[in-house]
């Protein structure tokens, strides 16, 4: 009898594993499909600004595409690293204001001095340097305002959907009006010898961007990606996107990130990082003029 028992309860339950074994597979096709439709072209746009584009070797990483060289040998030598401003010609996002692309650029400026602050002693961009690093936005293609409003208002106290698996996902934006950036930057030594440089483009994704409504949102949280991408290049010699598993920030670039004093002054320049109030204003929805102050002047 107890035979009997168990083998009905474990037919009773076949139905129920099965409902879920479909739910599975419904549930990983729709995030299949959201994931490859939702992520901006990230098309690599060239400028023409970089001493040489010799060498360049084609490097991807999941969602980023790149060219990029390193003369490793000279690159783990170096000590020292000045940082020029960012250029961020109106051509190469005429949708943007003056205000919107000097905070872009900025945010490419800050992100390269905390990250390159890992390894190397950064001095003011008008000091002498092992390594200068140089860098010019390419192309910047503007968020849509009312779609990032649309989708910051639906995420706003629901963070996840369930689709009757038992497995939650976090609700996407809405895939129309994606923002996405491309820049172009090198290292060079004093000689102006190029020792690494890179060619970059990335577009936010549906699942991993935060929409905010200005159409500079998406490029000014893609800065900062370039920036960690680029400064990985010069501190490690090598590639981002190749054999690298969960990257740990280090604890100098945590502390810069909510708000406190760089490592190095050079980095004051820059302004600091809005930090938690920039986090929160950012799930808000809230634009990125709104927090981040930019660049301070030179001290």
């Known amino acids: 009898m107890r035979f009997i028992a168990g083998s009905n309860q474990a037919t009773a339950s076949w139905p129920q594993r099965h409902r879920s074994a479909k739910h599975r597979e419904v549930l990983a096709v729709v995030t299949m499909a ?32 790149s060219r990029l060289l390193v003369r490793k040998e000279k690159v783990m030598a170096a000590k020292t690293v000045n940082i020029s401003p960012t250029f961020f010609p109106a051509s190469a996002a005429p949708k943007l204001s003056n205000a919107q692309r000097a905070l872009v650029a900025n945010a490419v400026d800050r992100a390269l001095c905390i990250s390159l602050s890992d ?52 609700i996407p934006r809405v895939p129309i009006g994606l923002g996405n950036l491309s ?39 893609l800065a900062a990606e370039f920036g960690d991408d680029f400064a990985y290049l010069l501190v490690k010699g090598e590639s981002p996107f190749k054999g690298v598993g969960i990257k740990l920030p280090s604890w ?47 001290q």
């Open 34 to 65: 959201i994931l490859l439709s939702g992520c901006a072209a990230s098309p690599i746009v060239s400028g023409g600004g970089l001493s040489s584009y010799d060498g360049l070797t084609q490097s991807d990483g999941k969602v980023t595409k």
């Open 119 to 170: 390894r190397f002693q950064v001095v003011r961009a008008d000091g002498s340097a092992d390594l200068s690093v140089r860098a010019s936005i390419t192309q910047a293609t503007p968020t849509d305002e009312l779609a990032a409003g649309v989708s910051a208002a639906t995420s706003i106290g629901t963070k996840f959907v369930d689709m009757g698996t038992n497995v939650p996902i976090p």
């Open 183 to 221: 820049i172009e930057a090198e290292a060079v030594d004093p000689a102006g010898q190029q020792q690494a440089a890179m060619l970059w483009g990335r577009g936010a994704t549906v699942f991993f961007s935060s929409p905010k409504v200005s159409k500079a949102s998406d490029a000014y949280d």
């Open 252 to 298: 100098q670039k945590i502390s810069s990130g909510v708000g406190l004093a760089p490592k190095h002054k050079a980095c004051e320049n820059f302004g600091r990082s809005p930090g938690v109030a920039g986090f929160v204003a950012g799930k808000l929805g809230m634009p990125p003029e709104w927090t981040d102050k930019g660049a301070t002047p030179s």
